[in-house]
């Protein structure tokens, strides 16, 4: 019944022909450009990497060797793991947490000053500069950055100008490059969220707790910092996702011992030419980052209509 109510208020609202029309593309992205292609990579994953001459004959039967070989590898036996890829997959999900927990501490600061500002000239001035580098290609500004953490790049002469250092810090292959690429890949996707819901914060309420003596810290902890919540999460939600299924940033900015888990589905589906091993690969960083984002929801009582905020 609650359902049918609000179908009659969209159409209500939208027309016939309009809400029609904004129903069938919502259809279409959601069946045709999501629910397909995970579906048909779902079904690739449970299949047998064939010629394409025994496709659909007798050999091409439902298989769980590919998610074994994730675990076990190429041997599949269960006392010996793939502790090869198994690292790698722990260390992308654990880097992606990383770089969440790096933009959520850079972005609440200001995101909170521009909340409140509520469009003042310096605030819209910020926001400008931080969106006009975004006006440059991804991969371009990964390489703008290799360049500026390289040996000869920006940051090590400046150290050794100032006599700092007395040789360039490999900042490549100690990974600060790439930590550095992802967090400011998406640092717009934590900042936004979290304005948005901050700016709709009454500051009488900060006034009031102010006059009644409550420090910053506390301010921030009761009142400001509750009201941000769906800000919060979104934001993480959308920065942990894009980080740990990312591809260009770990290619350009990784050192040799910093394999992404997306490097491997790349190599599996490009190099290799497995599609189906590449796919269940792909699952199961899918699924595990869901389970990750519901389980931390969950830990913090966020429910989807607050991301949806």
Same mark, same amino acid.
């Given at each position: 019944?609650?359902?049918?109510? #609000? ?39 449970? /299949? ?25 590898? =190429? ?15 722990? %260390?992308? #999900?654990?880097? &992606? ?20 500002? %509520? ?33 000869s790049?920006?940051?090590n ?5 100032? /006599? ?8 490549? %292959? ?10 400011? &890949? $998406? ?20 006034? =009031?707790a102010r ?9 921030? %902890?009761?009142?400001?910092?509750? /009201? ?24 350009i ?10 490097q ?14 590449? =796919?269940? $690969? ?21 429910n989807?209509?607050? #991301?949806?905020?």
């Amino acid at each position: 019944m609650k359902n049918q109510m #609000i179908f009659s208020q969209f159409f209500k609202n939208n027309g016939k022909v309009m809400g029609s029309i904004l129903m069938f593309l919502v259809l279409f992205w959601v069946v045709v450009l999501i629910l397909l292609p995970q579906l048909s990579m779902l079904d690739y994953s449970f /299949h047998y990497n064939l010629p394409p001459s025994e496709v659909g004959g007798p050999k091409d039967v439902y298989t769980l060797d590919n998610y074994k070989y994730l675990l076990y590898g =190429a041997d599949g036996h269960e006392g010996t793991y793939n502790t090869v890829d198994l690292m790698v997959f722990v %260390r992308t #999900i654990i880097a &992606a947490m990383a770089v969440t927990i790096l933009d959520l501490i850079l972005c609440y600061p200001l995101a909170y000053y521009l909340g409140q500002a %509520r469009g003042q000239g310096l605030a819209r001035l910020l926001v400008v500069l931080l969106i006009i580098p975004y006006w440059i290609n991804e991969i371009l500004r990964a390489f703008a950055l290799r360049i500026i953490f390289g040996d000869s790049g920006l940051i090590n002469e400046v150290m050794m100008w100032m /006599h700092l250092i007395k040789e360039p810090i490999d900042f490549i %292959r100690a990974d600060v490059a790439l930590y550095a690429g992802l967090g400011y &890949a $998406y640092i717009l996707l934590m900042l936004f969220p979290m304005y948005n819901v901050i700016e709709s914060l009454d500051r009488n309420q900060i006034e =009031a707790a102010r006059d009644m003596g409550a420090s910053w810290p506390r301010i921030h %902890r009761r009142i400001v910092i509750p /009201h941000a919540k769906p800000g919060i999460s979104s934001g993480m939600t959308m920065v942990f996702m894009l980080s740990a299924g990312a591809l260009a940033a770990p290619q350009i900015l990784g050192g040799p011992s910093s394999l992404w888990f997306t490097q491997l589905v790349y190599q599996w589906f490009n190099d290799s030419l497995n599609w189906q091993q590449g =796919a269940a $690969y792909a699952i199961v960083l899918m699924i595990s980052s869901i389970i990750i984002v519901l389980t931390f929801m969950k830990i913090f009582k966020v429910n989807m209509g607050d #991301i949806g905020k």
